[in-house]
């Protein structure tokens, strides 16, 4: 284990055994609470959706190739990680989503290819996966106020543990998944790499804190972590073709794991690692997101233009959401 001390720099009601589809449709309602944000990387918009009645409210475009996405804990702003096409991305856009617009967008200098994103503490943190390192933008200063250099290649994905004192990310092309821990100090963090399967790229902490699970894209297995020990306990063969992200339900019963490569959506059940459904979700299953309630699970299927809606109880797909072209990142605002 070692210790890390950051640079702190300046910047400038649905029926169980159908699937319904529904047509885009726009209306001049207020936006919704809750609301579900869906991302159109090929559009470079984002998608402001009522969950209740399925239809798209607003339309807000991006930056170039926006990835992920997440929501300010009053559920009023959003910010996109612009990860760009051909030319990699260095904006972040900060979203108003009760004026549904963008209100500013945050050019990151010299950081490039943005990917994973949370709020936290106020906080905006995101991976700069081609500088492999987290950083963190401060929206009320408007201004990058820390780095951390990770050391690993494809730094992608990042997760925090509940009480923010965890921080995990995914480094695709290093084979490996960061463990970060808070020191005593407010900017001092120990950071452990840890071994996985090959081309790690989604990945979850378990409800109660105690097992991370990384998806490895490129083998088709799962590495479960021990987090107290920070060591792989556990290999699954899930036989994907081509993980892309990975969810535990609020309950931590099921794993939710889209594969995209083979078209597929598989459900996990946590304690004994088994198998327990395999979903055809069409091409290119991509963003998961499961609501606070754990009732429903939405899928980004980016090849089909749509989102799924997973009943969770019957695990079965009740709706298709038509969306932009390539939907990936998905997020909830406000409360269920």
Not at 171 to 193: K, M, P, Y
Not at 241 to 255: A, C, E, H, M, Y
Not at 277 to 287: A, D, F, S, V, Y
Request: proline share 5%; no cysteine; charged share 20%.
């Amino acid at each position: 284990m070692k210790r890390v001390i950051p640079w702190k720099i300046l910047f400038a009601g649905l029926a169980t055994n159908a699937v319904f589809l529904f047509q885009p449709h726009f209306t001049a309602a207020q936006t919704p609470s809750p609301a579900l944000l869906v991302l159109d990387k090929e559009d470079a918009t984002l998608s402001i959706i009522d969950p209740g009645t399925l239809k798209t409210v607003a339309q807000i475009p991006t930056g170039e190739g926006p990835h992920e996405i997440t929501v300010s804990d009053d559920g009023k702003m959003a910010f996109v990680a612009n990860y760009g096409a051909r030319t990699p991305g260095n904006t972040i856009s900060v979203m108003d989503l009760v004026a549904r617009k963008e209100i500013r967008r945050v050019d990151l200098g010299a950081l490039r290819r943005p990917h994973g994103i949370t709020f936290a503490d106020g906080k905006v943190w995101f991976t700069a996966e081609q500088n492999r390192l987290i950083a963190r933008y401060d929206p009320v200063a408007n201004q990058i106020d820390w780095l951390l250099g990770i050391g690993q290649n494809g730094t992608h994905m990042l997760v925090f543990s509940k009480d923010h004192s965890q921080l995990f990310t995914s480094n695709i092309q290093s084979d490996s998944i960061t463990l970060l821990q808070r020191g005593a100090e407010s900017v001092g963090w120990s950071a452990t790499n840890i071994a996985v399967g090959k081309g790690p790229e989604g990945g979850d902490i378990a409800p109660d804190g105690r097992e991370f699970w990384a998806a490895n894209s490129a083998d088709g297995t799962v590495s479960v972590i021990d987090v107290a020990t920070k060591r792989v306990v556990q290999t699954l063969n899930v036989q994907t073709n081509r993980s892309n992200r990975l969810k535990f339900t609020p309950d931590g019963k099921l794993v939710l794991i889209s594969d995209l490569g083979n078209s597929g959506l598989l459900v996990i059940d946590a304690a004994s690692r088994k198998e327990v459904k395999r979903l055809n979700m069409g091409r290119q299953p991509e963003g998961i997101l499961i609501v606070p309630d754990g009732s429903r699970a939405y899928v980004a299927v980016a090849g089909e233009n749509t989102v799924a809606v997973l009943d969770l109880k019957t695990l079965e797909v009740t709706a298709r959401i038509p969306t932009g072209k390539g939907p990936d990142g998905l997020a909830w605002a406000g409360r269920q």
